[in-house]
């Protein structure tokens, strides 16, 4: 479903517009004052206003651009919203028309809906040539429940082809009869539809309708649908809208036109520093000065890197996970010295020792101690003997002590005049 242009009825201006000025041009012949947007009597109009186009008595019209704001894909749908002004029976009068007439007569790639007296829907269309214009046939798509003041949608969709019964007419979504086309859509002939006109075409028959929307799509529309509560839901846009980017900001040698005017960009690329295909992830693609290259670089999976460690890659942001626990086995506390602290498996201290090692000096001489040997040395039964015999008697004084009674009996011997 590709809209190629839109108008709403709260403003003259088109609301998707991909040609030129969305400007469009009111017309009433006879008068200096043309139709204008008004909401008087705007029950049930979508946007609360619509072009007052319906007098009475004078031929009035609404135009815009065309060429791109009209089909060339083979396809083609419009689809209408109007405020009719008269009830049951419509009078004859012209809908909607696509492309322009020479001053020798010929019509030229033009599609002009009409609504016949009969309250029956016509398309007519002039094949590429110019100058085959007929009207489509079997014509058995007829409408005529109209109550004056109460919107509807027309749409009219259409294959672009020949086949019978290919044009499909509905009124609110339901379809009320098909037609035939007199020749198939002749494509490449945009250029020719200049302008999209409403109310005024063929017949110049006075309007006694008013409008409130126009869709034109590039495909073939579903044409029954259910009742639509408000606008074709399409974003506004202005194809006229543009600036020019300046020649500085277009790649050197590229060729664009603005304004009628044929431009050469100049940027070469500006100043650039090749980070190096080294800091460029592995398998991006880019280009220094025209040299295109790619990044060898492979980024390290969080696995590898060291637990708690922030990094990056791609604007990710990753934390490592790697213990270096294949690398090393706790110990054991009862294998660590008392008080020390240590990391098993942890970024801080989570472990404490408890083994106690003697002091060399209370180690047999000789014998393994800390990262030493012992230093005590057991004396001989000499050295006991002499230790003994050879203490002072003043050096007894522990109570009860073998060298205190000996002091003692002595003591009392001495006493005694014992010899």
């Given at each position: 479903m590709a809209v190629v242009f839109a108008w709403r009825g709260t403003q003259e201006a088109a609301w998707y517009s991909t040609n030129g000025s969305t400007i469009g041009k009111v017309y009433q012949r006879g008068v200096t004052t043309p139709p204008t947007i008004t909401a008087t009597g705007a029950t049930g109009v979508f946007g609360g206003s619509y072009l007052a186009m319906s007098n009475g008595s004078l031929e009035s019209a609404v135009l815009w651009p065309?060429?791109?704001?009209?089909?060339?894909?083979?396809?083609?749908?419009?689809?209408?919203?109007?405020?009719?002004?008269?009830?049951?029976?419509?009078?004859?009068?012209?809908?909607?028309?696509?492309?322009?007439?020479?001053?020798?007569?010929?019509?030229?790639?033009?599609?002009?809906?009409?609504?016949?007296?009969?309250?029956?829907?016509?398309?007519?269309?002039?094949?590429?040539?110019?100058?085959?214009?007929?009207?489509?046939?079997?014509?058995?798509?007829?409408?005529?429940?109209y109550v004056s003041g109460t919107p509807l949608d027309i749409m009219m969709s259409w294959d672009g082809t020949?086949?019978?019964?290919?044009?499909?007419?509905?009124?609110?979504?339901?379809?009320?009869?098909?037609?035939?086309?007199?020749?198939?859509?002749?494509?490449?002939?945009?250029?020719?539809?200049?302008?999209?006109?409403?109310?005024?075409?063929?017949?110049?028959?006075?309007?006694?309708?008013?409008?409130?929307?126009?869709?034109?799509?590039?495909?073939?529309?579903?044409?029954?649908?259910?009742?639509?509560?408000?606008?074709?839901?399409?974003?506004?846009?202005?194809?006229?809208?543009?600036?020019?980017?300046?020649?500085?900001?277009?790649?050197?040698?590229?060729?664009?036109?603005?304004?009628?005017?044929?431009?050469?960009?100049?940027?070469?690329?500006?100043?650039?520093?090749?980070?190096?295909?080294?800091?460029?992830?592995?398998?991006?693609?880019?280009?220094i000065a025209g040299t295109p290259l790619t990044g060898n670089y492979v980024s390290p999976v969080i696995g590898t890197v060291q637990t708690g460690v922030l990094y990056g890659v791609s604007g990710t942001s990753l934390t490592g996970t790697y213990t270096g626990s294949d690398r090393w086995s706790d110990p054991g506390i009862a294998n660590v010295r008392l008080g020390t602290s240590y990391e098993a498996n942890s970024t801080t201290?989570?472990?404490?020792?408890?083994?106690?090692?003697?002091?060399?000096?209370?180690?047999?001489?000789?014998?393994?101690?800390?990262?030493?040997?012992?230093?005590?040395?057991?004396?001989?039964?000499?050295?006991?003997?002499?230790?003994?015999?050879?203490e002072l008697l003043v050096s007894h004084t522990t109570v009860n002590t073998f060298g205190w009674f000996v002091k003692r009996l002595l003591t009392v011997a001495k006493f005694l005049g014992l010899k």
């Amino acid at each position: 479903m590709a809209v190629v242009f839109a108008w709403r009825g709260t403003q003259e201006a088109a609301w998707y517009s991909t040609n030129g000025s969305t400007i469009g041009k009111v017309y009433q012949r006879g008068v200096t004052t043309p139709p204008t947007i008004t909401a008087t009597g705007a029950t049930g109009v979508f946007g609360g206003s619509y072009l007052a186009m319906s007098n009475g008595s004078l031929e009035s019209a609404v135009l815009w651009p065309g060429v791109t704001n009209t089909p060339d894909s083979g396809q083609i749908a419009i689809l209408m919203r109007i405020i009719p002004r008269w009830t049951g029976t419509p009078p004859s009068q012209d809908l909607c028309v696509m492309g322009f007439g020479s001053q020798a007569g010929n019509e030229a790639a033009i599609i002009n809906l009409l609504m016949l007296s009969t309250g029956a829907f016509r398309m007519r269309y002039a094949g590429g040539d110019g100058s085959t214009t007929s009207n489509s046939t079997s014509t058995v798509a007829t409408y005529t429940s109209y109550v004056s003041g109460t919107p509807l949608d027309i749409m009219m969709s259409w294959d672009g082809t020949t086949s019978a019964n290919a044009v499909v007419w509905s009124v609110n979504g339901t379809l009320v009869g098909t037609s035939t086309a007199p020749n198939a859509w002749w494509t490449g002939l945009k250029q020719l539809r200049t302008s999209i006109s409403i109310g005024i075409g063929t017949t110049s028959a006075v309007s006694t309708y008013d409008l409130n929307e126009l869709v034109i799509f590039d495909n073939n529309q579903t044409a029954i649908y259910t009742p639509r509560t408000a606008f074709w839901s399409i974003s506004a846009f202005d194809g006229s809208v543009y600036t020019d980017p300046g020649i500085t900001h277009v790649q050197t040698g590229t060729t664009y036109t603005f304004a009628g005017v044929l431009e050469t960009g100049t940027f070469g690329g500006g100043t650039n520093i090749d980070p190096g295909v080294n800091n460029v992830l592995s398998g991006v693609a880019y280009e220094i000065a025209g040299t295109p290259l790619t990044g060898n670089y492979v980024s390290p999976v969080i696995g590898t890197v060291q637990t708690g460690v922030l990094y990056g890659v791609s604007g990710t942001s990753l934390t490592g996970t790697y213990t270096g626990s294949d690398r090393w086995s706790d110990p054991g506390i009862a294998n660590v010295r008392l008080g020390t602290s240590y990391e098993a498996n942890s970024t801080t201290n989570n472990r404490t020792g408890t083994l106690i090692v003697p002091n060399p000096a209370t180690v047999l001489s000789g014998v393994g101690t800390d990262n030493t040997v012992g230093t005590f040395v057991v004396p001989t039964s000499s050295q006991n003997a002499s230790a003994v015999w050879e203490e002072l008697l003043v050096s007894h004084t522990t109570v009860n002590t073998f060298g205190w009674f000996v002091k003692r009996l002595l003591t009392v011997a001495k006493f005694l005049g014992l010899k």
